[in-house]
């Protein structure tokens, strides 16, 4: 059984480019949450989201990024236009409850803009 | 700002001891976690707290909770090596799990 699957492991981008970072939950897991993390630091809430459904986005920047979770496929988590100050660990957990239980996490995406 | 700040930031200790950290919150919680983050690595939880629960325990660790005080403490007994990591509590709020920033704990040979 994979655990939570995220990809790629490491993206670098120019200043104006796109990102877009993946997210498989585990099988039979319908709830995800996105975190960022910047070094030595802790994880900041961004957005959390059930099958074709934002339930919560309260952390996410109000400008440029974005999120999904299809019926079909990973979530996905995309930052438009991306500035130096993006350049993070962009980590996505998955559940198979809502909110209260034990979350499973991925390794991680890291983002490095130029 | 974070719902759990953890207590003390940093911890460096011999290996046996023991190693205490401790996790404060604001608001009423359904149940609170314990997570561990190698470096460069996920999140792994370790142990999660329900609000009617004073104390819990899985191997060499040992959570309280006191939500008169709204403070938790996780305990790691006879500490190893491969006990370097960094140590976050976690607490719903909502439908968010809201992490503190986390005790960096190293074990010193």
């Known amino acids: 059984n994979a655990g939570v699957m995220q990809n790629p492991r490491h993206l670098v981008r120019r200043r104006g480019q796109e990102a877009r970072l993946r997210c498989s939950p585990m099988k039979g897991h319908s709830h995800v949450y996105w975190y960022r993390q910047l070094p030595e630091e802790g994880l900041k809430f961004m957005v959390y989201?059930?099958?074709?459904?934002?339930?919560?986005e309260s952390g996410m920047p109000k400008e440029r990024f974005s999120a999904e979770f299809p019926k079909e496929g990973p979530s996905i988590l995309r930052i438009q236009q991306v500035v130096r100050g993006d350049s993070a660990a962009y980590f996505c957990a998955s559940s198979p409850q809502r909110g209260t239980g034990e979350l499973f996490f991925g390794e991680g995406s890291r983002l490095t803009v130029l | 700002s974070q719902q759990g700040e953890e207590d003390p930031q940093a911890l460096s200790i011999q290996e046996g001891e023991n190693a205490t950290m401790n996790c404060s919150y604001k608001t009423s919680i359904n149940n609170l976690q314990w997570y561990r983050q190698n470096s460069g690595r996920g999140l792994v939880h370790l142990i999660l707290?329900?609000?009617?629960?004073r104390e819990k325990h899985s191997g060499r660790l040992r959570v309280t909770l006191d939500t008169s005080k709204k403070s938790s403490s996780l305990l790691i007994t006879a500490s190893r090596a491969a006990d370097t990591a960094s140590y976050f509590c976690?607490?719903?709020?909502?439908?968010?799990?809201?992490f503190g920033k986390g005790t960096r704990l190293h074990i010193l040979p």
């Open positions: 989201l059930q099958k074709e459904n934002i339930i919560d």
């Open positions: 707290i329900r609000s009617n629960e």
């Open positions: 976690a607490v719903n709020r909502d439908d968010k799990i809201i």
